[in-house]
């Protein structure tokens, strides 16, 4: 299947390579060239302009959009959607606010063109991993797309099936799933980033805690010296608190146990003041979730060493870079 993409960053690029070596057809446009020429020479079609990806389509067009959420995305979605033509489709697996896409499919819907929101994760491991999708969008659109997002999910891999889900649809075993209309994608990956913040904070506080458990304030016989390298390995190997971003902390503190490379500064990219506001607007508890949102505000004023922690697993999952 033929897929159009603008935006050949750290996740853009590495979707188009996955689907081309699954067999689909890349059209690529970027405003840096020599990003563009570097899939061109992996066999994706160049471009160097919108009008000219749209013009390398075959028609009913799908175009994905990887790029950061806000005015970027806001500028390729009207460009786009000023030369397309009804039944061609608009995808946006960036990190956009829900209500934007809600608004974006109300504005296309009169022309026909389709939009879907696909709320996408995997970061930089994708390519091989494959990326978690959730989506949102009309139903003819995501079914039209179904080998696209089909390619670029994990697959069932070695996961155990879940007891009880015989005659279901398949899709989420897969990685994938059609969570409802425009903008539920998002939403759906916006609360799961949400809950990342805490399961990443969680992890932080209690590595800071066994760390400084060899601190001079407390009684000598009560000072233990851990090697985190080594209580993070160990967890990752049938503890109930085993996880990928487990598995990303043991990396980090294998490569440098003192994480010395990171400052504590950490920031968020949205998402999780997203969810709390959702969690207002619901009027639902989300303590765990607004705690460690806060504690990314506290970060930038006073480090720590969960917030080294929280610096490394970012970088690890997603190539986050701190900000000085």
């Known amino acids: ?9 750290r996740m853009g690029g590495n979707i188009v390579r996955r689907l081309m070596r699954a067999g689909h057809s890349g059209v690529v446009y970027d405003r840096d060239a020599t990003a563009v020429a570097g899939l061109a020479r992996e066999g994706a079609v160049p471009t160097s302009s919108v009008a000219e990806l749209l013009s390398r389509l075959t028609r009913p067009a799908a175009v994905w959009i990887m790029l950061p959420a806000g005015a970027a995305t806001e500028g390729a979605v009207a460009e786009l959607a000023a030369a397309m033509a009804a ?12 209500k934007d896409d809600i608004r974006r499919a109300k504005m ?3 022309r026909g063109i389709h939009y879907v929101d696909v709320g996408t994760s995997g970061g930089v491991w994708g390519l091989e991993r494959g990326y978690c999708m959730m989506i949102g969008g009309p139903s003819v659109a995501v079914e039209r797309l179904d080998p696209i997002f089909a390619t670029l999910a994990p697959g069932r891999g070695t996961v155990e099936r879940t007891p009880g889900r015989e005659g279901r649809n398949d899709r989420a075993e897969r990685g994938f799933m059609h969570a409802g209309p425009a903008g539920a994608g998002h939403f759906v990956k916006m609360v799961h980033n949400g809950i990342e913040y805490g399961l990443m904070q969680a992890y932080a506080e209690g590595f800071d805690i066994l760390k400084n458990r060899a601190g001079e304030t407390l009684p000598a016989d009560e000072r233990f ?8 390995e160990v967890w990752r190997r049938g503890s109930v608190i085993s996880s990928w971003l487990l598995d990303l902390s043991a990396i980090a503190l294998a490569r440098d146990v003192e994480l010395s490379h990171f400052t504590g500064n950490v920031e968020d990219s949205g998402e999780g003041r997203w969810t709390v506001n959702a969690a207002i607007e619901e009027a ?3 303590d765990v979730l607004s705690a460690a949102l806060f504690a990314r505000f506290r970060s930038r004023v006073q480090h ?3 917030d080294r922690l929280l610096s490394a697993m970012r970088f690890e999952f997603g190539g986050h870079v701190e900000k000085s």
């Open 304 to 306: 720590s060493f969960a």
């Open 108 to 110: 296309l819907a009169p």
């Open 87 to 98: 039944g061609d489709t608009i995808i946006d697996g960036g990190n956009t606010f829900y």
């Open 1 to 9: 299947m033929q897929l159009g993409m603008i935006g050949l960053g």
């Open 225 to 232: 010296t851990f090697d985190l390298g080594d209580v993070s």
């Open 284 to 286: 639902v508890p989300a």
